[in-house]
Structures are given as C-alpha cells and as structure tokens.
C-alpha cells in the first residue's frame, strides 16, 4: 500500500462514505421493517465511514504487516473518531444521532466496547481484504480524471452538506420551540391555578379542562376510531394525512388549553372586588393574559410545513435521542404513530 494523492484519498473518501451508506441503510431497514435513508445528508453518502476508513488507513500504513497492530492502530483511530464526531454533533445540533448510553462499557453513549471491538475487526477486513482490490482499481483511474472526479464529488458533497446542516439546525430549532411552548403552557396553567384558587375556582375541574395529554387521549382515541373506519388509501398520502391530522390536533389541544387559562384568568380578575388594592396581582393577571394571547396567536399561524423537514431527519434516524430536547423529540415521532 503506497500513499496517495490529495485527490485519490478524496475518491477513497466517497468510496467508503457509500458503502457505510449501502450497510447503514440496508441494516437499520432491515431493523425497522421500512426502507430508511439512513444518514444526516441526503445523498447516497455517510460521512463517518469515509472519514473512519481513511483514519484506519493512514493510521495502519506504517504497520500493515502485522494484523495486531493492524488491529490495535484502526480500533484507536475508529473509536476516537466516532466520540469526537457524537459529540460535535449533539453540542451543534441538540440531537444524538446513535446512542450507546444502553451498552456496557460506554462512555457518555457515543462509544463503547462492543462498537469499538467491531471497528477494529473491521480494520483487518479494510486493510487486508477490502482495500487491496480498490487499491489496484483506484491506480487504473487515468490521471487526468482523478482530480475533476475529486473536485465534482467534493462540490456535490458541499452542497448537501450545508443543505443537511440547515435542517438540522432547522429541527434543533423546531425541538427548541416545542419544548419551549410546552414549559410556558405549564407554567401559565400553574399561575392560573393560583389566580383560580384566589377566586375560590373549582382546581379540580379546572385541571381537567387545562390537561392537554387527556385532551390528546381523548382525541386519539376518537381518531383511532375513525381510522377504522377509512378505506385503504395510498401509504404516502395516509401518512401525510396522520402528520397533518396529528398536527391539528395537537395545536387544537394547546389552544384549548390556553383559552381554558384565559378564561380562569378573566374570571379570576373579573371577581377582584377591588382591582386599586391589589395592583400587583393585577398586573401579574395581564401579563399572564397576554403571553397567553401571544401564544395562541403564534400557534394559530403555524403550518405544517414548518415541522415536515423536521420529520424527515427523524425518519432518516430512527434511534436519534436528545438529552436536551428530549420531550419534544418524542413529541414530533409520536406524530406518524
């Protein structure tokens, strides 16, 4: 094995990015009973393997004779590479596109020991099976073709790049606003269950009417029953009629929630006998009424298009988690339940 040019490492890059993408998708569809195109871009390509296999190789070169060493050199690059790129990810993104926080011997769930094993029987496949035969086909490429086939792949793969992280971006935001809306829904509903305790409100049937999960509950059950009773459409526009329908109801459930909180909170500042010596908790009930006004307001103008892009990095990543936004990331997958 001789060392490469620029060029030719960057066609083995794309080689090796997709194969991963043939495994990857081939494997997690199997898993998952559906065809998944698996990875963060949206071409044929993962990244990681390309990286993964290009590290293996530059790190097993100066010891290619012995398969210990070959072994040894290609877990440590393969597992250094994998933490460091979970990690970039998740603290750029919010989400964890794999997690082995369930394995043994992990740490922080982006490596572990049994990943680790696999890649370093992987590097004595790569180096002594896999890559001799590229090695040979990489070296009939005319030199003239290399370079431009480098440059195009490199120019294509940029593009996605930038395209892919903007929705990732995209679904961290969506993730933000979510769980952002979910706090302040509670946190009004428990002020107006004060305001509604200082006018001697009923907190019990008040809780009731501000439950947004019994609310949910009660409409899926009520959807499920009609379900039943639809005829077979095509698979696509069913499941785009489900995230539609799931869509409206849970922003129906959040608005009627929210007015449920306005009119406990009206009740409660119309029952004030006097409103002059009780001027803070006046201003605290107008306050509350208009986020509660403001939210309603940005609910009612939301489209489902602003969540579709969303649900399609999630389909593509089936095991994707985030610690920080980890509510609504099940809030978004329950969508196409």
């Keep these: ?19 991963g993408w043939i495994w990857e998708c081939c494997y997690v569809s199997a898993t ?41 050199c290609g877990t440590a690059a393969a597992t250094l ?12 993104f919010k989400v964890r596109y794999w997690d082995y926080s369930n394995q043994k011997f992990q740490i922080n769930g982006y490596i572990c020991l049994s990943s680790s094993i696999v890649w370093g029987f992987f590097s004595i496949l790569l180096v002594r099976v896999v890559h001799p035969p590229i090695d040979r086909l990489l070296n009939d490429v005319p ?8 440059l195009l792949l490199t120019a294509v793969f940029t593009v996605d790049t930038v395209r ?45 009417r501000t439950e947004v999960e019994a609310l949910l509950l009660r409409q899926r059950i009520d959807e499920n029953i009609e379900e039943q009773r639809e005829a077979k459409a095509a698979r696509k526009l069913r499941r785009q009629e489900r995230i ?61 298009a602003y969540y579709h892009r969303s649900l399609h990095i999630l389909r593509n990543n089936p095991t994707a988690v985030s610690r920080t936004f980890s509510k609504a990331l099940e809030t978004l997958r329950h969508l196409e339940d």
Aim: proline share 3%; charged share 25%.
């Design 32 to 72: 998952q009973r559906r065809w998944v195109n698996r990875g963060f871009l949206e071409g044929p390509v993962l990244p990681i393997y390309g990286f993964g296999a290009i590290m293996i190789l530059l790190a097993t070169i100066p010891v290619a004779e012995s398969m210990w060493l070959i072994y040894i």
């Design 244 to 304: 539609e329908s799931a869509l409206q109801r849970r922003t129906n459930a959040k608005l009627e929630a929210l007015e449920s909180i306005a009119e406990a909170l009206e009740a409660c500042r119309g029952r004030m006998d006097e409103p002059k010596s009780n001027n803070a908790l006046l201003a605290d009930l107008n306050e509350a009424l208009s986020r509660v006004r403001t939210r309603q307001a940005q609910l009612r103008t939301r489209t489902t």
């Design 143 to 150: 030199g003239f073709l290399v370079e431009p086939l480098a």
């Design 1 to 19: 094995m001789h060392v490469y040019t620029t060029s030719q490492w960057v066609l083995l890059f794309f080689f090796y990015s997709f194969c």
């Design 81 to 92: 590479l994998e933490y460091v790129t979970g990690a970039a990810m998740e603290r750029l």
């Design 164 to 208: 892919s992280a903007q929705a990732a971006l995209d679904l961290r935001d969506v993730l933000s606003k979510l769980e952002e809306e979910n706090e302040e829904l509670r946190r009004l509903a428990k002020r107006a269950e004060v305001a509604a305790a200082f006018a001697m409100d009923d907190l019990r049937r008040f809780r009731e």
